[in-house]
């Protein structure tokens, strides 16, 4: 309970930021999109419960503010886990450069599945792809800044609260009686 709840308050930060960063950029009309920090981190190095609990809160904290069919981004990212948990023997993850190519591959694959899944509400749908294209390439530059400072905090957020946990756990009785 402890790591989802370390977990998740590092999303709700990188919400918070992401979301200040965006509001910064609409005067721009760039919108960026960082969805596979909520799911890449847990789905690599936590146990396939309490990980993928923390991609769909994850996904629910996305679509508390997104104005997409509520559910869409806690399936995606419940997905993108699903995915990344059964192939991450096959990932280094001790090596950064592995981490954000699977983290670039992991957003353009839900930065693509939510285009093609809300672009039939555009009254002009061809017109959209230009910006897409241009939301997609921020997005994905933006990703490969952020991923080794985001894994790195949340690593360094876990290893916190073990430390805090073990020494609260490990004191001796008072010697009041």
């Known amino acids: 309970m402890r790591r989802f709840l370390t977990l998740t308050l590092t999303q709700v930060l990188l919400w918070g930021i992401f979301a200040e960063a965006n509001h910064a950029l609409a005067g721009f009309r760039v919108y960026l999109f960082v969805g596979a920090l909520y799911v890449v981190f847990a789905a690599l190095t936590q146990p396939p419960r309490s990980g993928i609990f923390v991609s769909c809160v994850g996904g ?11 559910g869409l981004h806690l399936l995606l990212f419940a997905l993108a886990h699903t995915i990344l948990h059964r192939v991450r023997d096959r990932i280094a993850t001790d090596d950064n450069i592995s981490l954000i190519v699977v983290a670039l591959l992991t957003n353009l694959a839900l930065f693509l599945v939510f285009s093609f899944t809300q672009i039939h509400a555009s009254p002009a749908p061809a017109a959209v792809w230009p910006r897409l294209i241009v939301d997609l390439v921020c997005s994905q530059v933006a990703l ?16 916190l609260s073990d430390s805090v946990a073990a020494r609260f756990t490990d004191r001796q009785p008072s010697l009041r009686s």
């Open 60 to 70: 629910l904290i996305c679509d508390a503010n997104s104005p997409v069919n509520f």
């Open 144 to 159: 490969a800044l952020v991923t080794p400072w985001f894994f790195a905090l949340q690593g360094r957020a876990l290893a």
